[in-house]
């Protein structure tokens, strides 16, 4: 068993707390539009300090993407597929869609 010491868990809380602020920036601005300055209002700390968490904005958007694809592989695997492998096809991707879709309006055409 793997034991994570008290500040490892809040780290780890932390960077959630950051990446979920990230989250809804990019949702109310725009992906491209996300910055540190922004984020680090928006989380209570200084902009230096997001820099103990993530080394650069890549950094971020790494564990952003990192977090959508956790909560994709959560909505996928809650599926229950049809036995026919057209139909459980058909239902995964509309699943997929759906999920895509829903997070469309963070996508900034300027990347």
Same mark, same amino acid.
């Given at each position: 068993?793997?034991?994570?010491?008290?500040?490892?868990?809040?780290?780890?809380?932390?960077?959630?707390?950051?990446?979920? /602020?990230?989250? +809804?920036?990019?949702?109310? !601005? @725009?992906?491209? $539009?996300?910055?540190?300055?922004?984020? =680090?209002?928006?989380?209570?700390?200084?902009?230096?300090?997001?820099?103990?968490?993530?080394?650069?904005?890549? /950094?971020?958007? +790494?564990?952003?993407?990192? !977090? @959508?694809?956790? $909560?994709?592989?959560?909505?996928?695997? =809650?599926?229950?597929?049809?036995?026919?492998?057209?139909?459980?096809?058909?239902?995964?991707?509309?699943?997929? /869609?759906?999920?895509?879709?829903?997070?469309?309006?963070?996508?900034?055409?300027?990347?």
């Amino acid at each position: 068993m793997v034991t994570v010491s008290k500040v490892q868990q809040r780290r780890e809380a932390k960077v959630a707390l950051i990446v979920e /602020a990230a989250w +809804d920036l990019a949702r109310r !601005d @725009g992906i491209t $539009q996300v910055s540190m300055r922004d984020l =680090a209002k928006a989380v209570g700390m200084r902009q230096p300090s997001l820099y103990a968490y993530f080394d650069s904005k890549n /950094a971020l958007y +790494d564990d952003m993407f990192a !977090d @959508g694809n956790r $909560q994709l592989v959560a909505v996928l695997s =809650a599926l229950e597929l049809p036995a026919d492998p057209r139909a459980a096809l058909k239902t995964a991707l509309k699943a997929f /869609a759906d999920f895509a879709a829903a997070g469309m309006h963070v996508v900034n055409t300027t990347m």
